[in-house]
């Protein structure tokens, strides 16, 4: 079924790459992100690769969120929502106690209360319609607590997860989805200066598995399901000090 998909976040690594995977599987796009220059480059490539397809773009910075409904609004009257992925975020983070609450309140703010805003607009049009899937990138990252320079990143994804899980609970049995996807370690613009990470997958490969999750509307999905399906189970689980150990 041909789908009108938001995504936001969309002009680099993964919001890029999930554009690049709906539009092969011949869904509409609106593409939102701060950096204008390249969501143009990117609706060119797409055009150019599918001419029968709608590519739409706004500039769109999430911590401003009176902007993010007034984008949402705009987006929706000109192609109507079928599916929004609340995709845009942050990486930054120092260990907390060290003086750089810039980057980790910057991180909390767009990882969090972007998201927050994000998933506000998209309700309201979903709402309106009784109609609509809802899909919330958060990360493993966010199924435990973890250290150091990735504290405040997992506590901001495991927010995500558990606001996602909030109004999946109250839109059961209502035509409106809600997906949490859960991504493993997919090489990015935002990890890749970092070297050595066991079990990291391209960007093609593990946007693939995240489409697939989309596309199914599974309400959860760990991704690629090897090895974080079990692995999920472990960090979930383990006691901290055998956590510790393991990243």
């Not at 506000?120 to 899937?133: D, Q, T």
């Amino acid at each position: 079924m041909r789908r009108n998909i938001l995504i936001t976040g969309a002009s680099s690594g993964l919001g890029a790459e999930m554009a690049r995977q709906f539009a092969a599987k011949g869904h509409d796009l609106a593409l939102t992100a701060r950096r204008t220059d390249r969501l143009e480059a990117l609706r060119t490539e797409l055009i150019e690769r599918y001419p029968q397809l709608r590519v739409v773009v706004h500039r769109l910075d999430v911590t401003d969120h009176e902007q993010v409904f007034t984008v949402f609004r705009a987006i929706d009257a000109e192609l109507p929502l079928d599916r929004i992925v609340v995709n845009a975020g942050l990486g930054k983070g120092a260990p907390l106690g060290t003086g750089r609450f810039d980057a980790n309140r910057e991180t909390a703010l767009t990882n969090f209360v972007g998201a927050l805003a994000q998933a506000e607009a998209a309700l309201e049009l979903f709402r309106a319609r009784n109609a609509g899937h809802l899909v919330f990138i958060s990360s493993i990252s966010g199924l435990r607590g973890l250290p150091k320079t990735v504290t405040t990143y997992a506590a901001t994804k495991a927010g995500l997860a558990s606001l996602a899980e909030g109004v999946r609970m109250e839109l059961l049995r209502t035509p409106i989805k809600v997906s949490t996807i859960y991504p493993g370690y997919i090489r990015s613009e935002m990890n890749e200066r970092v070297a050595n990470t066991p079990f990291m997958v391209d960007t093609e490969t593990g946007v693939r598995a995240m489409v697939a999750a989309i596309e199914a509307e599974k309400a959860k999905a760990y991704v690629p399901s090897w090895p974080w399906v079990p692995l999920g189970q472990v960090m979930r689980f383990a006691p901290l000090a055998v956590l510790r150990r393991l990243i």
